[in-house]
């Protein structure tokens, strides 16, 4: 594709509830990561996924927190039972090969709100 | 990962007038860094970057400098135009990328 893309670009969401967030990377790219952005600061690493390989993890903030790629492609990020700490812009990055420094390319992230 | 938690500095420059953004990193065994660009609303896109053998690189209107004694780097920003308002996020590399808490610049006319 064009470009990373991510899906839904808002969500609204109760305290409590589970959303799901979905990122397609560019075609062809392996390596795909997730980044959390709260207002106002940095980026947060999250989870990434290289190829086949198991994904690092080290970044989730809790049980919570998981995360899928299916076929090497698409990648799903679920928060269950949400609480409004999780507002936050979710952001996701694709990069050709995942080889250390590597330019990552991000999408237009999600910006989820939790009432 | 790492994670910030700081809130953004600001950096107001006169449109026109040549911006320089400040980046302290943590560690000497980094060997890769590379500057990022954020526009309101928008994800984080790549403007330059520069290994740890170089001090200097040039593109477009921007300059990276390294000073590894340090552990500073710094990004500049000639002719500043209102296109450039953006939060500017630096990153080194060690194992994988960790970023800074990024500067926000703004423009003013």
């Known amino acids: 594709g064009a470009g990373v893309s991510q899906s839904p670009s808002n969500k609204v969401t109760e305290k409590g509830k589970d959303v799901e967030l979905r990122c397609d990377p560019i075609?062809?790219?392996?390596?795909l990561y997730w980044y959390r952005q709260s207002l106002g600061q940095g980026l947060e690493f999250l989870i990434y996924f290289q190829g086949n390989s198991a994904p690092d993890k080290s970044g989730l903030p809790s049980d919570r927190f998981s995360a899928e790629r299916t076929g090497g492609s698409v990648s799903t990020l679920t928060i269950q039972r949400t609480q409004q700490e999780d507002s936050a812009v979710y952001l996701c990055?694709?990069?050709?090969?995942?080889?250390?420094?590597?330019?990552?390319?991000f999408g237009p992230g999600t910006r989820l709100l939790v009432l | 990962g790492e994670s910030v938690g700081l809130h953004l500095p600001t950096l107001s420059v006169q449109e026109g007038d040549n911006s320089i953004i400040n980046c302290a990193y943590s560690?000497?065994?980094?060997?890769?860094f590379i500057w990022y660009k954020q526009e309101s609303g928008k994800g984080p896109q790549f403007i330059i970057d520069i290994r740890s053998n170089m001090d200097k690189r040039q593109g477009q209107r921007v300059t990276v400098l390294l000073n590894k004694t340090v552990k500073h780097l710094s990004l500049q920003i000639a002719a500043t135009q209102p296109g450039d308002s953006a939060v500017y996020f630096c990153a080194e590399n060690i194992s994988g990328l960790i970023w800074g808490a990024g500067t926000k610049l703004i423009i003013k006319p």
């Open positions: 560690n000497s065994a980094s060997d890769y």
């Open positions: 990055a694709s990069s050709s090969a995942g080889a250390v420094g590597e330019t990552q390319y």
């Open positions: 075609s062809g790219h392996t390596a």
